[in-house]
């Protein structure tokens, strides 16, 4: 099997992240696709404004009805920073058998040599990357054994940061973020 994996802090999931996810799905023809809600990421210590239980259930909420996502509760359950090895390590164990993909933004490739051990994560997961606007996909550092994917797809530029903003000063999130996912973040008012 072809398993895919989206990781990130999620805060608020939007349509940027589920299109990026259906069409690296559909592009590279994975079996399953998990969603991967991190604690607290490494290269962005201080990114996630809202809890992580919280943060989970919306990536819950906004994709429970698509059989095609799955979600996993893992880096939250583990605590602490969201290193991608460790979680490589443990799914490797799961599915010792399966080719395992991390997919990532283009503008990732330039700092994938400052992820933590990248070289042993390189001989776990192969990497399918989505350019986005503004962001040329190149790596900077040479990585033995890299395996790089690149996935054509509906380059949607949103952003996280600016969604919390608009939902702070008042402003609609709709037609960025699920539905459900905005009814829990009105429900729970989060980010104001």
């Not at 299109?19 to 490494?42: G, N, S, V």
């Not at 962005?44 to 009805?65: F, H, I």
């Not at 990585?143 to 530029?157: F, K, Q, S």
Request: glycine share 8%; net charge neutral; with cysteine.
């Amino acid at each position: 099997m072809k398993i895919g994996f989206l990781g990130g802090s999620f805060d608020p999931i939007h349509f940027g992240h589920l299109i990026a996810a259906q069409d690296a799905l559909e592009q590279h023809k994975l079996d399953r696709l998990i969603l991967m809600p991190a604690a607290q990421a490494a290269l962005k210590p201080n990114d996630a404004q809202c809890p992580a239980a919280d943060r989970l259930a919306m990536v819950r909420a906004a994709v429970d009805w698509d059989k095609r996502f799955e979600v996993s509760d893992y880096e939250i359950q583990k605590g602490g920073v969201s290193y991608t090895i460790d979680t490589a390590r443990h799914f490797k164990k799961q599915f010792p058998g399966d080719r395992l993909y991390w997919i990532i933004g283009g503008d990732q490739l330039p700092r994938l040599h400052l992820w933590h051990e990248i070289g042993e994560l390189a001989k776990i997961v192969e990497f399918i990357f989505l350019e986005r606007p503004g962001h040329p996909a190149k790596t900077h550092a040479d990585i033995p054994g890299l395996r790089l994917h690149r996935c054509d797809g509906h380059l949607i530029e949103i952003s996280s940061t600016e969604l919390r903003d608009r939902i702070r000063n008042g402003l609609s999130p709709d037609y960025f973020i699920p539905r459900k996912a905005i009814e829990m973040i009105r429900e729970k008012n989060l980010y104001r």
